[in-house]
T-cell receptor, first 115, second 115 residues
Framework: ETGVTQSPTHLIKTRGQQVTLRCSSQ?????VSWYQQALGQGPQFIFQ???????GRGNFPPRFSGLQFPNYSSELNVNALELDDSALYLC??????????????FGPGTRLLVL | DAKTTQPNSMESNEEEPVHLPCNHS???????IHWYRQLPSQGPEYVIH???SNVNNRMASLAIAEDRKSSTLILHRATLRDAAVYYC????????????????FGKGTKLSVIP
């Protein structure tokens, strides 16, 4: 069973640029969630994708967008990067339909630095 | 979402039991208590969850107060590998519209294990 993988592991961008982060979900999972984790803080929910559609969103502006593909992998896109976007971006996959018992399995994250 | 309160940090000696507390005084009757932990340089991982009764699994035990306003994660014999940030999270068991079961993380408790 393959776990959740993310690419790239590290990334450096400059203010105003755009970035795409990628996530491959765990085998058998149909849902992907994205989180942003600033240094010293807990992860903050960005959005979730299920059946290739956004299925819930946290308090993030529209310049944060995503995609889910038929194989359940996902991309997180951030436009017009700001310095405060520097963070660890975590992807988590899960199997929807288990309700409150739906366990999320996290990847190792992509560390983004915006200069 | 109902809020949880955890100590910022705790220390334990290796091979001794560790009791990590979590207060959730505004918990509702349909909230499940979930624990995740985040090892250094990794994404969070699921530890355990429960509703009213105490729960055990291979990783830990969860003790829930009778009034459910607090809970304690118990690691029976701390190892160096247990050094991590531990997050206590409440998840509503009611189906909520689009069914987005995101996790709402606080700052968690940073556990240090002393050899």
């Amino acid at each position: 069973e393959t776990g959740v993988t993310q690419s790239p592991t590290h990334l450096i961008k400059t203010r105003g640029q755009q970035v795409t982060l990628r996530c491959s979900s765990q085998s058998g999972h149909n849902t992907v969630s994205w989180y942003q984790q600033a240094l010293g803080q807990g992860p903050q929910f960005i959005f979730q994708y299920y059946r290739e559609e956004e299925n819930g969103r946290g308090n993030f502006p529209p310049r944060f967008s995503g995609l889910q593909f038929p194989n359940y992998s996902s991309e997180l896109n951030v436009n017009a990067l700001e310095l405060d976007d520097s963070a660890l971006y975590l992807c988590a996959s899960s199997l929807k339909g288990q309700g409150f018992q739906e366990t999320q399995y996290f990847g190792p994250g992509t560390r983004l630095l915006v200069l | 979402d109902a809020k949880t309160t955890q100590p910022n940090s705790m220390e334990s000696n290796e091979e001794e039991p560790v009791h990590l507390p979590c207060n959730h005084s505004t918990i509702s009757g349909t909230d499940y208590i979930h624990w995740y932990r985040q090892l250094p340089s990794q994404g969070p991982e699921y530890v355990i969850h429960g509703l009213t009764s105490n729960v055990n699994n291979r990783m830990a035990s969860l003790a829930i107060a009778e009034d459910r306003k607090s809970s304690t994660l118990i690691l029976h014999r701390a190892t160096l590998r247990d050094a991590a940030v531990y997050y206590c999270i409440l998840r509503d068991s009611k189906y909520s519209g689009a069914g987005s079961y995101q996790l709402t993380f606080g700052k968690g408790t940073k556990l240090s294990v002393i050899p």
